[in-house]
T-cell receptor, first 113, second 115 residues
Framework: SQKIEQNSEALNIQEGKTATLTCNYTNYSPAYLQWYRQDPGRGPVFLLLIRENEKEKRKERLKVTFDTTLKQSLFHITASQPADSATYLCALEYGGSQGNLIFGKGTKLSVKP | DTGVSQDPRHKITKRGQNVTFRCDPISEHNRLYWYRQTLGQGPEFLTYFQNEAQLEKSRLLSDRFSAERPKGSFSTLEIQRTEQGDSAMYLC?????????????FGPGTRLTVL
């Protein structure tokens, strides 16, 4: 069965530094992978989607890479701010055109001022 | 675009009672998903609809769970004879088949506590 792992449960960094979160998967080759942000008590909010034929995608201070050989995605937040503190979820599609997602457990990012 | 809404936001019930949750997706979205999320875990897929048709159900969805989307708009998730293990956040998401992305937009969730 598909398995998705996010490298750590928690990541603490200093404001202004770059946060790098890792997502690894096995037993599947997803057509795309997504990253979501989730704040306590709220539903996930979509951030970025990257397709299997894309190596990198950027949105403002966010950057996502997708290495289908390593079966890994990296999620970067540059110039991090305390407001970036949240749990970040990696999700991969596993259903072809169905669009069904399997989520990782998430990494809780804390940015200290 | 008012986003995905869910009602109620919180529900406390006693073991053995039935509960029903409602989800209103983004109006033009034809796909609707239900997920369950427990503390420290990512959302786990339960079921999804394309218009009014329920196309997939997870093995997590025991026979005590039923979901409907009668007119292809809002959806309800019912849990019968609730158990303490059903305590979780129940999330609804919607997406547009054939849209530019396969993005799912999530609602705020319904937090269920079974005493």
């Amino acid at each position: 069965s598909q398995k998705i792992e996010q490298n750590s449960e928690a990541l603490n960094i200093q404001e202004g530094k770059t946060a790098t979160l890792t997502c690894n998967y096995t037993n599947y080759s997803p057509a795309y992978l997504q990253w979501y942000r989730q704040d306590p008590g709220r539903g996930p909010v979509f951030l970025l989607l990257i397709r299997e034929n894309e190596k990198e995608k950027r949105k403002e201070r966010l950057k996502v890479t997708f290495d289908t050989t390593l079966k890994q995605s990296l999620f970067h937040i540059t110039a991090s701010q305390p407001a970036d503190s949240a749990t970040y979820l990696c999700a991969l599609e596993y259903g072809g055109s169905q669009g069904n997602l399997i989520f990782g457990k998430g990494t809780k990012l804390s940015v200290k001022p | 675009d008012t986003g995905v809404s869910q009602d109620p936001r919180h529900k406390i019930t006693k073991r053995g009672q039935n509960v029903t949750f409602r989800c209103d997706p983004i109006s033009e979205h034809n796909r609707l998903y239900w997920y369950r999320q427990t503390l420290g875990q990512g959302p786990e897929f339960l079921t999804y609809f394309q218009n009014e048709a329920q196309l997939e159900k997870s093995r997590l969805l025991s026979d005590r769970f039923s979901a409907e989307r009668p007119k292809g708009s809002f959806s309800t998730l019912e849990i019968q004879r609730t158990e303490q293990g059903d305590s979780a956040m129940y999330l609804c998401a919607s997406s547009l088949l054939g849209g530019d992305t396969d993005t799912q937009y999530f609602g705020p969730g319904t937090r269920l506590t079974v005493l």
